[in-house]
């Protein structure tokens, strides 16, 4: 005879049955992030100071823009990219806007960036950025052995404050033959191997192999002038070349740089020479005297102005909304609309 408890063991067990519930579409959840969604507090000036005594004030709307400039430098790169800055006179301020505006994407990118000193004369920009501890330069690095490895490669740069790395110029007093186009070639060929950003400081003029080299290869081109009337004659005159010698394409991505050398206001109506190149549409960027600039060394961004600061942010957003979306074959060129002569 089976106990009560043994009968009931053999029974089959009782399913339970449960009630399929639907869940909301995630869409139904957007109000609920919304509701607790953190926001950023402003962190300078009258409401930075009010933030630190408890209030909870929003981004000013220079921090606003601040913003909005940086998420336009920090644009994703889908392939390799470089720009080549040039000018047709020296001692324009090309060396030290490739400095700064190397600095300032290195600053503000999380890929790899690096500036090439391809001046086949003297080229100083390892004197703005900063030199290589054993005297380095782009041709030890285009004839180097090793150069499959990042470590290797980077090896033969230097490292500025901003991490921007620099190829600097063999030129030396020892010096007895000029960087050639094949030396550039070759170092430039590693460098795109190891970094998505080349910032290329040409020679002056742009009828040297060297830069026409640089030229062939670069997506996007920084003109260099003085506020003056020479300067801009120049300009007009090299974005001509430029045109008339098949890179229509650099001209279509081109972005005339205007830089201030003194500190008393230029002679010339600035505003008239911002007018002068808006007809062609080609955006232009003012870049002001700055006393840290002036001194001629090393350039530390937290040195600049506060004003000098937003002015290479500003050209560097500009490059960067120029950008490819995706991958292209060769450069994609632009009717300009109209003639420079």
């Known amino acids: 005879m089976l106990h009560a408890d043994q009968e009931q063991t053999r029974q089959p067990a009782r399913r339970t049955e449960f009630a399929a519930v639907a869940l909301p579409s995630p869409e139904l959840f957007a109000d609920i992030t919304v509701a607790n969604k953190a926001t950023l507090r402003s962190r300078s000036g009258m409401r930075g100071a009010l933030n630190k005594l408890g209030f909870r004030l929003g981004l000013s709307p220079s921090e606003q823009r601040a913003e909005e400039r ?32 190397g600095s300032t994407f290195a600053d503000l990118r999380p890929d790899r960036v690096v500036a090439v000193d391809a001046s086949p004369h003297f080229g100083d920009l390892a004197t703005r950025t900063r030199r290589h501890p054993y005297g380095l330069s782009l041709r030890d690095l285009a004839y180097a052995r090793e150069r499959e490895s990042f470590s290797a490669v980077q090896s033969y740069l230097s490292i500025n404050s901003a991490d921007l790395a620099v190829a600097a110029s063999p030129w030396t007093a020892e010096s007895t033959t000029a960087l050639t186009e094949r030396d550039f070639a070759a170092a430039a060929d590693i460098l795109r191997r190891h970094y998505s950003l080349l910032l ?64 008393v206001k230029s002679n010339v109506d600035v505003g008239a020479i911002e007018d002068l190149f808006a007809t062609a549409q080609r955006p232009t960027c003012v870049l002001p005297f700055d006393t840290h600039l002036a001194e001629g060394g090393a350039i530390d961004l937290r040195l600049l102005g506060k004003t000098t600061r937003i002015a290479f942010e500003n050209l560097a957003a500009t490059l960067a909304d120029e950008f490819p979306d995706f991958i292209v074959a060769g450069g994609a060129a632009h009717d300009m609309g109209g003639s420079w002569r």
């Open 70 to 101: 940086h998420d336009r430098i920090r644009r994703q790169l889908v392939t390799q990219y470089q720009i080549a800055v040039v000018s047709v006179k020296g001692g324009v301020g090309r060396t030290t806007t490739v400095a700064a505006l």
């Open 200 to 263: 290329v400081d040409c020679g002056t003029g742009v009828l040297d192999s060297v830069t026409r080299e640089v030229l062939n290869c670069s997506n996007a081109a920084v003109i260099v002038t003085p506020a003056t009337v020479g300067g801009v004659t120049g300009a007009v005159a090299t974005l001509n070349w430029l045109g008339a010698h098949g890179f229509d394409h650099l001209v279509a991505r081109s972005v005339v740089t205007i830089v201030q050398h003194q500190p």
